[in-house]
């Protein structure tokens, strides 16, 4: 059976040792919260997550959603969780407390839901997508909307969808076909398909609040004619008392490769009621907003699923027993060796560990700054703090949940045959994470995003509040000789990057395919190169701790870096070499050319 047990040691670290704690809680408004605040929430978290949500993981799987006269009810024992979810306090962390929530630092609520994704993805989906919709009518709703919707969705009584997706339109939003036609008291009449809708119907909450892309008649044609409604599957009083049913409903639910626990709904408004979030034809624009939040989400979706993959890898390997070292018998006393002796066995399970153990130090990294970007003092700072959020939200979603299959499929393969049988849990993992590297944006066009308009924006700047403070610490550390064989590295790497930067940027401006053929390396480069970085300040932290009573863990740390300074962050050099080969061996080939013959 599978295991599962928070990381809490390595959150502390990254939490309050690599970043920190009280910049995180003067950001959010807490002052009061102490480190010690921060462990008893996270110890909680953790208890709930290892010893409610983790149990239904496997069963969730099994079982799945079930679909009925248009409604659906979720597996076993699910309901029962969201209760205890919803009452301990988990749904409202780090939301306002003006609407209810507890005003804590984002970073908890990353640290909590990458435990959640960790214990059980599928209902994670549920309330995932409510803070999602919560940030959307926080930033964008009238007051009226806010008062009335956030403080039951911060309470988790009612919860969020996002509804974008058609039959014909995925990737590109300007296909919407869904209608909204204006009524007289300012309401709209909402009126087409949507299909994959995570969330999109289920039995946790009293009422499910939709936020749908539609156009209005009279716009115009394209993405500019697009704008955001919120739909309510039950229609509310002024005292939040269900009225009536509106006519949105469910017709039925996906059977898919993974995430059988979270519903996946096609749903059909039939001229249902919904009321205009944000201005007029800015709906794609509006929505960004919650598609930033739900992809910085779904990057921590990728990490949760590699922890626990890792984690199990782990544990199989010390007990396995095949083959003797190499080296020569490690335990006689046995009539094998167990697996994690071989290299090729070590290799997998390092990769896991650099991979999980970096993209916490990253997706933490980018939640300060959103939380900079919202709460600094200083204006300037909360621009730059937004620029770089703006850089790194397509490299954070599309890296980790690339690690989140890549560490998931290492952990089947650590298995070997016992990793592609159902009751060992591991060939679920990989299933539940795939679907990760596909919505919010497909990976391919989180990279586009990233080279094709991060990039450029303003002739490079949000690329600077990666790149100053990057080159800065390397200029700092030359000559240190505790991180030289860290730094080293860090700046070839560097600048490498630099110099795909400077190429792209000017082959990008005779032909656009050149930003498109690179776009997906290079967005690993700089994910690899942010992974250095960090990689280097941890090893920083760790040298000044290693001597002390946990040097067990800060000399492992250091282990793991140098692990991927030589074994992982080679890749940029072979990055490198296929962006400087250019769109040529992609574009000249001819489309008669690709078969079938
Ligand atoms: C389990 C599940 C849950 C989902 N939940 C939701 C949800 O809650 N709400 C919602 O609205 N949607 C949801 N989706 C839909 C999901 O967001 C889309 O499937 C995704 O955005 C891709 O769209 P598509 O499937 O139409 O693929 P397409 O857009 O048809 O893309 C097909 C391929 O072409 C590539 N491609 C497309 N356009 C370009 C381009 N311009 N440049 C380069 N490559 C391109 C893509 O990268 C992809 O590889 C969900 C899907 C699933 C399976």
Known sequence: MPIYKAPLRDMKFVMQELFESSQQSSLS????????????????AAKFCENILFPLNLSGDTEGCHWENKEVRTPKGFKEAYQEFVSSGWASLACEP?????????????????????????????????????????????????????????????????????????TDLGLVRTKAVSQSDGSYKITGTKIFISSGEHDLTENIIHFVLARTPEGPSGIRGVSLFLVPKFLTDDNKEIKQRNTVYCDSIERKMGLKGSSTCVLSF???????????????????TMMNNERL???????????????????????RLQGRALTGVKHPEKN???????????????????????????GTWVALHIMRSQKAENAVERE???????????????????????????GVQVYGGHGYIHEYGMEQYMRDAR???????????????????????????????????????????????????????????????????????QRGLSNPDEIGAAASDYLRLIAL??????????????????????????????????????????????LFACIMSGSKPLMEMKEEAFGPF
């Open 336 to 362: 094998a060796d167990p697996i994690i002796v071989h290299p090729d066995v070590r290799k997998m399970l390092l990769t896991m560990k650099t991979y999980n153990e970096g993209n916490r130090m990253l």
């Open 529 to 574: 190169t942010a992974h250095a970085y960090l990689w280097t300040k941890a090893c920083e932290v760790a040298y000044k701790k290693k001597t002390g009573q946990e040097s067990a863990f800060y000399e492992s740390k250091i282990a793991t870096a140098r692990f991927f300074m030589q074994k992982i962050l080679p890749q940029t050099s072979s």
């Open 98 to 170: 003006e609407y209810g929530g507890q005003g804590l630092p984002e970073t908890i609520a990353l640290a909590v839901e990458e435990m959640v994704c960790s214990s059980n993805l599928s209902f994670g989906l549920y309330p995932g997508l409510t803070r999602g919709a919560y940030q959307l009518l926080l930033k964008h709703g009238t007051d009226e909307l806010k008062q009335h919707y956030l403080p039951k969705m911060v309470e988790g009584v009612w919860s969020g969808t996002m509804c974008l997706t058609e039959p014909h339109c995925g």
């Open 384 to 410: 730059e703090a937004d620029e770089f959020v703006q850089l790194m939200t397509p490299v954070v979603k599309a890296f980790m949940t690339d690690c989140g299959t890549e560490v998931a499929s290492l």
């Open 297 to 319: 989400a779904v990057g921590n979706q990728g990490l949760g699923i590699a922890e626990i993959a890792y984690q199990n890898a782990l544990s199989y390997a010390k007990e």
């Open 435 to 505: 679907i990760a590297q596909i919505y919010e944006g497909t990976n391919g066009v989180q990279a586009l995003d990233l080279v094709g308009r991060k990039i450029p924006t303003a002739t490079g700047r949000y690329l600077r509040r990666f790149f100053h403070p990057v080159y800065g610490y390397i200029q700092e550390k030359q000559g240190d000789a505790f991180l030289a064989e860290f730094v080293g590295p860090l700046q070839k790497a560097f600048e490498r990057l630099q110099q795909a930067t400077i190429t792209l940027a």
């Open 270 to 288: 039939e001229d249902a009621t919904g009321w205009l979030v944000g201005s007029l034809y800015k709906g794609v624009a509006n929505m960004f």
């Open 29 to 44: 408004g807490s002052e009061n919260v102490s480190e010690q605040d921060m462990d008893m929430i996270l110890a909680e």
